[in-house]
């Protein structure tokens, strides 16, 4: 228990001294220490006292005064100070110690009674320990507060950073931007003043286009003028050349009956009758080929290479501008041809065997016939690079594909372009006919494969489903299927009958380049991009073999007439045997 000791007005010092207490089961109770007070304190409170009482005695008594006339203060309630057993039990309840609250109660009520407890144990207990309690729930609410507070002033502050963050962010967002603003503002000026510079030259360079076409449509008409003019004169000369050989008996006798020179016509569709339609092949043992044989044939690559129809030799056709037909399986040169102008594309022979075809990036299809070891004619009506030949079954016509995006008809009688086939919209990479049929299917850069029909120049049918340019197509024996290729890898079976795909055959994440079937129909080889020969089953959509060897893109693949062996042509200048 403390005690507070007043040292007087003057020092203005509270002194708390300590007292403890001790149970002890004695006779004599707990004693407590008496307040001490000091005597000036006492004569200075009566003092006060007596000064205040007479105050207001003089200020009621006089009649007039303001405080006579006022009214009587209310009477207040007025907490009255606890007693030492009160405020022993208040700090007991408050600490939760019951058991010694009844001991104290016990004691405390017995010792009351038999009058042991002296009357300066039930004085009022001093205000300074009930001020320093309050004083001390305060401090403890006040704690309180200044948490809560302090972690609100730490959000407010986390808060404040955040928006202050912000803040310079946009700023500086916004000089930025204003500094684009500014740089494109001189830039449009600048620009601006660059185009009004050359504006008088534009207005110049529009004259003189003008001016120039005015002469070209002059030039135009002139020419047109001059042609008409050398047309006659052409149809006058003619006409008495044909008056000098009508007059002449030799020659009518050596014209008689001649016919050289004129339009092939196409059989019918009854004319013509597959003789592999009710014939089945063995398919060949394409798991047990290998390689038998390479020869470098060229100095360049190997672009595509064709099988004479009746005869074991082999064309063979190269980016050095050349042709070369070599004995299989021996591979001895035996022919050789030159006069293309640029890379040679594609070959194909004559199904008689006497001519071969070639197309080149020259933009021309050459004819060659082996009896005069020569050149026979040059088709030039495509008008950009050819990319492949193909002969009717009959031998009277040739079909070339064309960069131009046209695929070409030619008659091998007239000499001369009999039908122009248009629908493609990229370039025509790859061609070759419905066998024994008048119908001729195309590989298009524009992912599509189309049958056109040759003697109506129209589209039969268009099979839509690859997702990259087709490099390559071939017809099987008995015309009822199509495989085409892909840049992506990819080889589609179409069936023509149904105008349906009847399965995808996946070789690989390369380009493949060309596609061959063989007798049977079921074995397709394909060209790839990786060097690599794949032969797929086309009944069970799988790759039975894979012919590695070449060391660079394989171009073309060809099976012999009668399945007996293989050959592929490579971008590294080689033709290799496989069987």
Same mark, same amino acid.
């Given at each position: 228990?403390?005690?507070?000791?007043?040292?007087?007005?003057?020092?203005?010092?509270?002194?708390?001294?300590?007292?403890?207490?001790?149970?002890?089961?004695?006779?004599?109770?707990?004693?407590?220490?008496?307040?001490?007070?000091?005597?000036?304190?006492?004569?200075?409170?009566?003092?006060?006292?007596?000064?205040?009482?007479?105050?207001?005695?003089?200020?009621?008594?006089?009649?007039?005064?303001?405080?006579?006339?006022?009214?009587?203060?209310?009477?207040?309630?007025?907490?009255?100070?606890?007693?030492?057993?009160?405020?022993?039990?208040?700090?007991?309840?408050?600490?939760?110690?019951?058991?010694?609250?009844?001991?104290?109660?016990?004691?405390?009520?017995?010792?009351?009674?038999?009058?042991?407890?002296?009357?300066?144990?039930?004085?009022?207990?001093?205000?300074? =320990?009930?001020?320093?309690?309050?004083?001390?729930?305060?401090?403890?609410?006040?704690?309180?507060?200044?948490?809560?507070?302090?972690?609100?002033?730490?959000?407010?502050?986390?808060?404040?950073?955040?928006?202050?963050?912000?803040?310079?962010?946009?700023?500086?967002?916004?000089?930025?931007?204003?500094?684009?603003?500014?740089?494109?503002?001189?830039?449009?000026?600048?620009?601006?003043?660059? =185009?009004?510079? =050359?504006?008088?030259?534009?207005?110049?360079?529009?004259?003189?286009?003008?001016?120039?076409?005015?002469?070209?449509?002059?030039?135009?008409?002139?020419?047109?003028?001059? !042609?008409? !003019?050398?047309?006659?004169?052409?149809?006058?000369?003619?006409?008495?050349?044909?008056?000098?050989?009508?007059?002449?008996?030799?020659?009518?006798?050596?014209?008689?009956?001649?016919?050289?020179?004129?339009?092939?016509?196409?059989?019918?569709?009854?004319?013509?009758?597959?003789?592999?339609?009710?014939?089945?092949?063995?398919?060949? !043992?394409?798991?047990?080929?290998?390689?038998?044989?390479?020869?470098?044939?060229?100095?360049?690559?190997?672009?595509?290479?064709?099988?004479?129809?009746?005869?074991?030799?082999?064309?063979?056709?190269?980016?050095?501008?050349?042709?070369?037909?070599? &004995?299989?399986?021996?591979?001895?040169?035996?022919?050789?041809?030159?006069?293309?102008?640029?890379?040679?594309?594609?070959?194909?022979?004559?199904?008689?065997?006497?001519?071969?075809?070639?197309?080149?990036?020259?933009?021309?299809?050459?004819?060659?016939?082996? &009896?005069?070891?020569?050149?026979?004619?040059?088709?030039?009506?495509?008008?950009?690079?050819?990319?492949?030949?193909?002969?009717?079954?009959?031998?009277?016509?040739?079909?070339?594909?064309?960069?131009?995006?046209?695929?070409?008809?030619?008659?091998?009688?007239?000499?001369?372009?009999?039908?122009?086939?248009?629908?493609?919209?990229?370039?025509?990479?790859?061609?070759?006919?419905?066998?024994?049929?008048?119908?001729?299917?195309?590989?298009?850069?524009?992912?599509?494969?189309?049958?056109?029909?040759?003697?109506?120049?129209?589209?039969?049918?268009?099979? =839509?489903?690859? /997702?990259?340019?087709?490099?390559?197509?071939?017809?099987?024996?008995?015309?009822?299927?199509?495989?085409?290729?892909? /840049?992506?890898?990819?080889?589609?079976?179409?069936?023509?009958?149904?105008?349906?795909?009847?399965?995808?055959?996946?070789?690989?994440?390369?380009?493949?380049?060309?596609?061959?079937?063989?007798?049977?129909?079921?074995?397709?080889?394909?060209?790839?991009?990786?060097?690599?020969? !794949?032969?797929?089953?086309?009944?069970?959509? &799988?790759?039975?073999?894979?012919?590695?060897?070449?060391?660079?893109?394989?171009?073309?693949?060809?099976?012999?007439?009668?399945?007996?062996?293989?050959?592929?042509? &490579?971008?590294?200048?080689?033709?290799?045997?496989?069987?």
């Amino acid at each position: 228990m403390s005690q507070a000791k007043d040292l007087g007005p003057a020092d203005e010092i509270e002194v708390i001294e300590t007292v403890e207490f001790s149970d002890s089961d004695g006779e004599d109770p707990t004693s407590y220490a008496a307040i001490e007070m000091s005597d000036d304190d006492e004569d200075s409170d009566e003092d006060l006292v007596a000064a205040l009482t007479s105050l207001q005695k003089t200020t009621r008594g006089t009649p007039g005064s303001k405080a006579a006339l006022a009214p009587e203060p209310k009477e207040q309630t007025e907490v009255r100070p606890s007693v030492v057993d009160d405020f022993i039990r208040n700090f007991l309840i408050k600490v939760g110690m019951e058991r010694t609250l009844d001991c104290f109660n016990t004691e405390w009520y017995e010792l009351q009674s038999k009058g042991k407890l002296g009357e300066e144990y039930t004085l009022p207990v001093p205000d300074i =320990y009930l001020r320093n309690m309050e004083l001390d729930e305060q401090v403890v609410s006040m704690r309180k507060e200044l948490e809560k507070m302090r972690s609100i002033a730490e959000k407010a502050r986390g808060t404040w950073d955040n928006f202050r963050k912000q803040r310079d962010f946009h700023r500086m967002h916004h000089k930025r931007v204003v500094q684009e603003k500014d740089k494109l503002t001189g830039d449009l000026r600048h620009l601006h003043k660059h =185009y009004l510079s =050359y504006e008088p030259a534009l207005k110049e360079l529009q004259a003189k286009y003008q001016v120039a076409m005015k002469e070209k449509m002059l030039m135009r008409l002139e020419r047109d003028r001059m !042609r008409a !003019r050398v047309e006659e004169v052409e149809l006058k000369i003619k006409s008495l050349l044909d008056s000098q050989v009508a007059a002449s008996p030799a020659a009518k006798s050596k014209t008689k009956g001649s016919r050289k020179g004129a339009d092939s016509k196409l059989p019918g569709d009854n004319d013509g009758v597959n003789p592999h339609a009710g014939l089945e092949f063995d398919a060949p !043992r394409v798991e047990s080929f290998q390689l038998k044989k390479a020869f470098r044939a060229h100095l360049n690559s190997v672009s595509c290479v064709a099988f004479h129809p009746r005869k074991p030799v082999l064309a063979t056709v190269s980016d050095d501008e050349t042709w070369k037909i070599w &004995s299989v399986p021996n591979g001895e040169a035996v022919m050789s041809g030159e006069g293309h102008k640029d890379w040679v594309s594609g070959v194909d022979f004559h199904p008689g065997g006497t001519h071969l075809a070639t197309s080149s990036g020259d933009c021309t299809v050459k004819l060659w016939d082996f &009896s005069r070891a020569s050149c026979s004619h040059t088709f030039t009506d495509h008008t950009q690079s050819v990319w492949g030949v193909a002969f009717h079954h009959t031998g009277d016509f040739l079909a070339s594909a064309g960069m131009d995006h046209t695929c070409r008809l030619w008659d091998a009688n007239s000499l001369r372009c009999r039908q122009t086939f248009r629908g493609h919209v990229d370039s025509v990479n790859a061609v070759c006919w419905q066998p024994y049929t008048n119908n001729v299917c195309t590989a298009s850069g524009d992912k599509t494969v189309s049958l056109w029909d040759a003697r109506s120049g129209l589209c039969v049918q268009t099979f =839509y489903g690859h /997702a990259n340019a087709c490099n390559g197509l071939s017809v099987n024996k008995k015309g009822d299927t199509i495989a085409s290729c892909d /840049a992506d890898g990819q080889i589609k079976l179409w069936d023509i009958r149904m105008v349906a795909e009847l399965g995808t055959l996946a070789a690989g994440n390369h380009p493949v380049n060309a596609v061959d079937f063989d007798r049977s129909g079921t074995r397709l080889a394909a060209a790839c991009d990786d060097g690599v020969v !794949r032969i797929f089953d086309t009944e069970a959509k &799988s790759c039975v073999s894979e012919l590695s060897g070449h060391e660079n893109a394989v171009q073309t693949v060809k099976f012999d007439p009668e399945d007996k062996r293989l050959v592929s042509g &490579s971008s590294d200048c080689t033709f290799r045997v496989w069987s």
